[in-house]
């Protein structure tokens, strides 16, 4: 049996290689992974990634594949590739059987009656599911401090935020606390996280992953993708959750390519890599815009070709979202009433009408930021705005759309810095809304026009240690080439750092409870 | 509830101009609802028919029913209308406990159906063209009940019931252009036209079309404008006007109120009035203004719908007969006269017609008793006579009862309202009664025995051959019998007694 400490140190796809050839059984990999979160998770300076942590069932599916795999023949060999690798799921995606709030009280003990697309999918892989994770409240946020169940930290400095929306699947992915997270990316939910906290995320494109589960935020931006520590395991859990879902008709018909050969390949000879003008330089941190340079770099001398692409209507794609965002949230949002499940507020005095029950539930379930945007999303389609706002706004998108394809017909990948800036301190911008929304500047354009984007650790910033993602951009349905050159400048920047980033981050003592405890 | 005050409707016609406008709502009868696979069955126990979709549950997305769409094509194709290529759904967002999201996903900019008309037959046989604005599909609302308060009224009530199984019922929103020029036949026409609707979403399998369930129903705008005026009036739009005669009693009344209205020169509100069948009165419900704000946007979570050109001849190609066509051949094949043949139409009962003499009876004996005896009754109980709760095997029962003896039409009308009543199948009644026709001879023998006995000189006559006297021993013999007797036995046995040949 391997040391669990060198254990959850190992990628998704090393322990599915142990768990096949025997060296190590799935219970050992989930209770691993159940210490660590034990150890780290918990307590004042704790991680706090996780909002539910889902013993038992975890350990009776690794118990389950165990048994399979003992038994030998057919049903062993048809076990799916990640079968007994645990993983954990963002609170907004729903599941059968643990709570899902989406860091909200306005569901706070709601149990869902059926489970999300993507969750019937890990179950039908076999893969034991840790838990929940923490995320902004209906994933609005870019540090999880909007959560109502108190912020995630930062698991390089613990007084910093992990990004958000998901930044508990990322902190738990990057504390060792889950090999792999399923993320939802709304406007860089799942790809400013991975940037600021060293690990790996794709924002698979509009229609390939299916949403049916995920609580919407806002419909046409929504993409459940996957959370990993490597390239590779990211492209294992994208194959395992996504192809089309009759239960969700934005899903696209047809497969996408193969996206673990291209991770397992990685190839970026001949290559015509296109840099944004738009998306890097000013207002991006110098540190972010060193490590952004050391990847093109690299990349040139692995035989890519670089050049420079223009997108001029970015500039308006932060704005254009944040109407666009807003309006579809404040309708998907309406159904949290408190007349048929979650939280019920009665009003303290006055008559008991529905509307003043509706009133009270909202008022007291829903957080300011929540709030916010429901007002923000609610003017905006008002009569006699909707044409100013939400019409004007749809014509950006278009114009973003445009954009991309005109840099496409230049380049076969886009490349820019994932995040501005690093992880910044907590309570830094809590009260400062537009500084936190520039946060999503470099990844809100690809879910404005539906295309993939991955990110990746690009190393740590010089001024204050922290880790600066690098994110690459491809056409619709072309997510496997950004596995094929994500690959290829993972394992470039590894070499030089001599493995992986995630091992220069440093070790988190045990919480003060399980100190304790001991 | 204050009453408003009326003009007379020939006052009213003689200063006004009445325009119309309807929205008819159909129910389609698909086996799932509109964006969910949970069942579209009416009447079982509330929220039985609902999954995670139907409840509004975080997560859940939509997904077109096909035959949802087939059927509002059509629906659409059968209205004359235009189909479009392309079109798509938009959320209609307001706050009420029945609407499971708080939006209803409906059609808004783009209606799969455009630009159609409907001609009318009037009760004279004029045609009448009623244009179609569009028809667009829409989920229906699930069902509150309020409790504790008046007459289930939600004011005053201590709490309501909400039943979702209604909740994402497919419907298809018919909305007219406004129709002008329908005079005084105003209330004639608002009714035919409903009439209309109905008979071709039920031609078409698409629907029930049970008005009294609520398949179909129909809100009825009304304006007035004095003579000679080409801007519109004022409208009211009246809601729950769920069976044909209160069509036509609704448009009646509100040509009415609004005629006192402008008479006492205030303006008309404009607003959303409640029909009450009870009182034949509407009340003013929520003012209703153009400015309601619904913050109607694209679904999100749907993509367009596509109707190619091929899919849509294909659909055209499975309609049923056109109505007028089918009014044709059903006369013919019925062997009415005009006149017989317009009355049935008036009257309503065309279907139930063609209903009955397909569980077997003849076309005659079909009009006999649904225009001799059921409309008369539905008049008197204010009710369509489909809703009276007569079925077609109904009538075949009874017919076959007197044909056979069993009874004579003046028991079987008896028996009619024993079933009406409730009081079983004909058959139990008839039997609960004591109505059958006595067929036992020994009775009859005995009471025939008194009655010769009684009228001697009659007997002689008839023993001389004047067989014309008979009418007098029978008489006796059905008094005797209290008119259970069948007077042609009767007729028989006396002159088997008497020895005569008849």
Redesign the interface.
Same mark, same amino acid.
């Given at each position: 049996m391997t040391d669990t400490n060198e254990l959850i140190r190992l990628s998704a796809a090393q322990l599915a290689e142990k768990l096949r050839a025997g060296e190590v059984t799935s219970v050992e990999v989930t209770q691993a992974f159940l210490d660590r979160i034990a150890a780290v998770d918990g307590g004042e300076r704790g991680v706090n990634a996780f909002l539910h942590v889902n013993t038992e069932e975890a350990l009776a599916v690794a118990a389950e594949v165990d048994a399979i795999r003992a038994a030998g023949g057919a049903a062993a060999e048809e076990l799916n590739e990640l079968a007994g690798v645990p993983i954990a799921v963002k609170d907004l995606?729903?599941t059968i059987g643990q709570p899902?709030t989406?860091g909200s009280k306005i569901?706070e003990g709601?149990h869902? $009656? %059926?489970d999300?697309t993507v969750v019937k999918r890990l179950r039908a892989a076999k893969m034991p599911i840790l838990g929940k994770t923490n995320l902004d409240e209906f994933a609005m946020g870019s540090s999880t401090e909007h959560s109502a169940y108190g912020p995630t930290r930062n698991p390089w400095d613990l007084d910093r935020i992990p990004g958000g929306s998901g930044g508990g699947s990322a902190a738990a992915v990057a504390a060792f606390e889950a090999p792999l997270a399923l993320g939802t990316d709304t406007g860089g939910s799942i790809r400013q996280p991975g940037a600021v906290t060293g690990t790996v995320g794709v924002k698979p494109t509009y229609g390939s992953v299916s949403? %049916?589960?995920?609580?919407?935020m806002? &419909? &046409?931006l929504d993409q459940i993708g996957p959370v990993s520590r490597t390239v590779l395991d990211s492209a294992l859990l994208h194959h395992v959750i996504g192809g089309h879902d $009759?239960?969700?008709?934005?899903s696209l018909p047809d497969p996408l390519d193969d996206l673990v050969a291209a991770a397992r390949v990685g190839n970026v000879e001949g290559l015509r890599v296109g840099i944004i003008k738009e998306l890097h330089g000013e207002g991006f941190q110098a540190g972010v815009e060193n490590r952004f340079n050391d990847s093109l770099e690299l990349l040139k001398e692995a035989g890519a070709e670089i050049v420079e692409v223009s997108c001029p209507n970015f500039q308006y794609a932060l704005g254009a979202y944040y109407l666009i965002m807003p309006?579809?949230a404040s &309708?998907n949002l309406?159904?949290?009433?408190g007349?048929? %499940?979650g939280l019920r507020v009665l009003p303290e005095d006055g008559p008991m009408t529905?509307?003043r029950v509706?009133g009270a539930t909202r008022a007291a379930g829903f957080g300011d930021e929540v709030k916010r945007r429901i007002i923000l999303g609610?003017y905006a389609? &008002?009569?006699g705005y909707?044409d100013a706002y %939400?019409g004007s706004a749809q014509k950006v998108r278009t114009l973003v759309q445009r954009d991309f394809d005109a840099a496409f017909t230049v380049a076969d990948v886009l490349i820019s810095p994932t995040a501005p800036t690093t992880a910044f301190k907590l309570g830094e911008k809590l009260n400062d809304p537009l500084a936190m929304y520039l946060n999503d500047i470099a990844t809100i354009p690809a879910n404005l026009a539906g295309v993939p984007g991955l990110t990746l650790p690009g190393g740590l910033a010089d001024e204050d240690g922290l880790p600066v993602g690098i994110q690459l951009l491809a056409p619709a349905r072309q997510d496997a080439r950004l596995y094929r050159v994500g690959a290829v400048l993972e394992s470039l920047l590894e070499a030089k750092w001599g493995g992986p980033l995630l091992a220069q981050a440093p070790e988190l003592a045990p919480s003060i409870e399980t100190q304790e405890a001991k | 509830m204050s009453t408003d005050a009326t003009l007379s409707f020939e006052e009213a016609m003689e200063k006004y101009d009445p325009v119309l406008g309807f929205e008819v709502h159909v129910e389609l009868n698909t086996k799932t609802k509109m964006f969910s696979s949970a069942p579209n069955v009416f009447g079982d126990e509330p929220n039985t028919n609902v999954n995670?979709v139907d409840? !509004?549950?975080? !997560?859940?997305?939509? =997904? @077109?029913n096909r035959t949802a769409i087939e059927s509002s094509i059509k629906i659409g194709l059968a209205l004359n209308c235009k189909i479009a290529e392309s079109c798509t759904f938009a959320?209609k967002?307001y706050?009420?406990?029945d609407t #499971?999201?708080?939006?209803q996903t409906s059609q808004y900019e783009d209606p799969i159906a455009y630009d159609g008309y409907l001609d009318i037959e009037l009760s004279d046989g004029t045609i009448f063209r009623v244009e179609i604005e569009r028809a667009h599909m829409e989920e229906d609302a699930g069902k509150l009940t309020h409790m504790g308060g008046s007459a289930g009224r939600i004011q005053g009530a201590d709490f309501?019931l @909400?039943d979702y199984n209604r909740s994402g019922v497919p419907l298809v929103e018919i909305v007219t252009k406004p129709i002008e020029g329908a005079g005084s036949r105003a209330p004639e026409l608002a009714k035919a036209y409903v009439a209309a609707v109905r008979e071709i979403v039920k031609n078409l399998g698409v629907s029930d079309a049970k008005m009294e369930r609520g398949n179909v129903r129909c809100d009825a705008n009304v304006s007035l404008r004095p003579h000679g005026r080409e801007r519109f009036g004022i409208r009211s739009e009246t809601k729950n006007v769920n069976s044909l005669r209160a069509v036509e009693h609704a448009v009646r009344y509100e040509i009415q109120r609004h005629a006192a209205v402008l008479d006492s020169g205030e303006p008309v509100v404009q607003e959303t009035r409640h029909w009450h069948e009870d009182t034949r009165t509407t009340t003013s419900g929520r003012a209703k203004s153009d400015?309601d704000?619904y913050?109607?946007?694209p679904e #999100?979570?749907? =993509?367009p719908i596509v109707a190619s050109r091929e899919w849509v001849e294909e659909l055209r190609a499975t309609l049923p007969e056109p109505p007028a066509a089918r009014r044709k051949r059903l006369q013919a094949d019925w062997g009415y006269s005009d006149l017989e043949f317009r009355d049935v139409v008036n009257a309503g009962v065309m279907d139930e017609i063609e209903e009955t003499i397909a569980a077997g009876a003849s076309a005659t004996v079909a009009r006999k008793w649904w225009m001799g005896e059921i409309v008369g009754r539905a008049k008197n109980a204010d009710v369509d006579p489909g809703q009276l709760g007569v079925q077609p095997a109904t009538i075949v029962e009874l017919n076959r009862l007197v044909e056979d003896g069993k009874i004579n039409n003046k028991m079987a009308t008896e028996v009619l309202d024993g079933v009406l009543a409730g009081e079983g199948t004909p058959a139990e009644i008839v039997e609960k009664r004591g109505l059958a026709v006595v067929s036992d001879d020994g009775p009859l023998l005995e009471a025939i025995d008194a009655a010769l006995a009684a009228q001697p000189d009659v007997a002689e006559k008839i023993r001389g051959g004047k067989l014309q006297a008979i009418g007098a021993i029978v008489g006796g013999v059905m008094k005797a019998t209290r008119g259970q007797a069948d007077a042609a036995r009767v007729r028989e046995l006396i002159l088997e007694k008497l020895g005569v040949e008849g």
């Open positions: 995606i729903v899902t989406a569901l709601w869902s $009656p %059926y999300a949403r %049916y589960g995920a609580i919407a806002a &419909s &046409s $009759p239960f969700d008709s934005t309006s579809e &309708s309406a159904k949290f009433d007349v048929r %499940y529905i509307e509706m609610t389609l &008002s009569a909707y %939400y | 995670e409840l !509004g549950m975080p !997560g859940v997305l939509p =997904v @077109v959320r967002q706050f009420y406990p #499971p999201k708080n939006f309501s @909400v400015a704000d913050r109607y946007f #999100p979570d749907l =993509v």
